[in-house]
Every structure is written in structure tokens, then in C-alpha cells.
T-cell receptor, first 110, second 115 residues
Framework: GQQVMQIPQYQHVQEGEDFTTYCNSS?????IQWYKQRPGGHPVFLIQ?????EVKKQKRLTFQFGEAKKNSSLHITATQTTDVGTYFC??????????FGTGTRLLVSP | NAGVTQTPKFQVLKTGQSMTLQCAQD?????MSWYRQDPGMGLRLIHY???????DQGEVPNGYNVSRSTTEDFPLRLLSAAPSQTSVYFC??????????????FGPGTRLTVT
């Protein structure tokens, strides 16, 4: 079945440093979504990418979808302590069946 | 709107017991899903529904049943609990935003321990 791998599993940065997480799918995706889960919380939708090579920005967050629609990345510029949490990508395997990556846990020290 | 609600928040079961995790949404979303989240793993799809009366299996359906008699409710039944079902369970509902996309709204989760 389809697999979605995410790296790194964990990253600890100092506040103000940049952060990037990468997502790779074993199959071509129709679209990819990104979610953030705060410690003890539930996943919250951040964004969706649909087009090959698409780049979207939300303030300090930049999302990219690969040309082959098999990989994606999330980059945070100048991290803040409010960015702490686990970031998940989720690949659309068709219709309703999202396949989630294993997540990247981000810790930001002040 | 309350969004997606789940009850209970915490539950401890003994092996072999059965129970139902409740999920409700008030956003009139067609699509609803159940996921389980285990440490070090992402969310894995258990069952999903594309509308009242229609359900289908996800990645890890064994040991779980679902039904969808109304648009609002999507309960998850554990038939005979096993320690391997110890996990955090999330219910989600989806609305179509554009094309084939389905932005998911998650409930607060149910933390289940099976002893």
C-alpha cells in the first residue's frame, strides 16, 4: 500500500533558527495536506497543495509540492516558541483516504 | 458551532470488553473518518464514511465496526478490546474545498487504555 515517510522524526532548534521537514510518498499524489498538532492536542489543518511544483506561503511558513507530486516540504523561517508541535503531511491516495506521514516533532528553545 | 465532538475523553477497558466511542459534528459535513494515533506513528485510518448509510474500511479496520445512520454521528465500536487497541482515537469530518481536496476537522480525541 501507499506509504508516506517524513524526516526528520525530531528536531530541536533555538528560537530564531529555521526549520524544514520533508515528506516523501511511494506513489504519485493527487494533492498533499499539512497539519500541525500541539502537544496533547489534535491535528489542525494548515494547507493543501494540489499543483505540481506549487509553492504556498503562510507568514513564516513556506510549503512546496514537488514537480513529480511525490514529495513535499514545510519550511519555517525564524522559528518561535509558538511553533512547537508535531507537523504531519498527509497524502491523498484518492477520494477520502488520506495517508499520514509519521510526523516531525519540533521543539523550540527560547 | 461545536465542530467535532468526541466522548469520552478517557477510557480504560479490560481485555474482552466492548464499547462505543462517540463522534458528532454539527458542520453538515458529508465525510467522516476515524483514525488511531500511536507513539512514533502518524495517524492511521480505521474506517470512513462518505455519507449517511455508507461506510468503508481504511488501513487498520480489524477489531472495529462503524455505522452512519445520520450525517451528524459516526460511532466507532470496539467489539472485544485487546491491549493492541490502546491508542488515541481521533474522529474527523471533512468538507470539500476544491477539486478532490478534503480539509479535515479533527475532534479532541479519546485516549483509550486496554489492560
Amino acid at each position: 500500500g501507499q506509504q508516506v515517510m517524513q524526516i526528520p522524526q525530531y528536531q530541536h532548534v533555538q528560537e530564531g533558527e529555521d526549520f524544514t521537514t520533508y515528506c516523501n510518498s511511494s506513489t504519485t499524489l493527487s494533492n498533499i495536506q499539512w497539519y500541525k498538532q500541539r502537544p496533547g492536542g489534535h491535528p489542525v489543518f494548515l494547507i493543501q497543495l494540489v499543483k505540481s511544483g506549487e509553492v504556498k506561503k503562510q507568514k513564516r511558513l513556506t510549503f512546496q509540492f514537488g514537480e513529480a507530486k511525490k514529495n513535499s516540504s514545510l519550511h519555517i523561517t525564524a522559528t518561535q516558541t509558538t511553533d512547537v508541535g508535531t507537523y504531519f503531511c498527509a497524502g491523498n491516495a484518492g477520494f477520502q483516504k488520506l495517508v499520514f506521514g509519521t510526523g516531525t516533532r519540533l521543539l523550540v528553545s527560547p | 458551532n461545536a465542530g467535532v465532538t468526541q466522548t469520552p475523553k478517557f477510557q480504560v477497558l479490560k481485555t474482552g470488553q466492548s464499547m462505543t466511542l462517540q463522534c458528532a459534528q454539527d458542520m453538515n459535513h458529508e465525510y467522516m473518518s476515524w483514525y488511531r494515533q500511536d507513539p512514533g506513528m502518524g495517524l492511521r485510518l480505521i474506517h470512513y464514511s462518505v455519507g449517511a448509510g455508507i461506510t468503508d474500511q481504511g488501513e487498520v479496520p480489524n477489531g472495529y465496526n462503524v455505522s452512519r445512520s445520520t450525517t451528524e454521528d459516526f460511532p466507532l465500536r470496539l467489539l472485544s478490546a485487546a491491549p493492541s487497541q490502546t491508542s488515541v482515537y481521533f474522529c474527523a469530518s471533512s468538507r470539500r474545498t476544491s477539486g478532490s481536496s478534503y480539509e479535515q476537522y479533527f475532534g479532541p480525541g479519546t485516549r483509550l487504555t486496554v489492560t
